[in-house]
């Protein structure tokens, strides 16, 4: 049974730093992605990383979070620094492309002073 659960998500002030974890389970998978949906906005793909360790990024992100993993522990990390008002949102792990009857519960991310 594939299944995602993200952690390590809370409220932080801007300028802050957060790190989320992603334990993926039931298969091997290749490359892996952070997405987040903000209120009343689309989700959106923030971070991919294939199995042998390419990233890319959103362009708003760029520069400030990095994305990573251990295929051995089927974990998928995401270390966000310099965090802004607009990165508050449900962050979720998945394949990229996204198995979409296989979302998490996501991992809240709120920034705000």
């Known amino acids: 049974q594939v299944q995602f659960v993200e952690s390590g998500g809370g409220l932080v002030q801007p300028g802050g730093s957060l790190t989320l974890s992603c334990a993926a389970s039931g298969s091997m998978f290749g490359t892996m992605g952070w997405y987040r949906q903000a209120p009343g906005k689309q989700r959106e793909l923030v971070a991919g990383i294939t199995r042998g360790a390419n990233t890319n990024y959103a362009d708003s992100v760029k520069g400030r979070f990095t994305i990573s993993r251990d295929n051995a522990k089927n974990m998928v990390y995401l270390q966000m620094t310099s965090l802004k008002p607009e990165d508050t949102a449900l962050y979720y792990c998945?394949?990229?492309?996204?198995?979409?009857?296989?979302w998490g519960q996501g991992t809240q991310v709120t920034v705000s002073s």
């Open positions: 998945n394949t990229r492309p996204p198995l979409l009857n296989y």
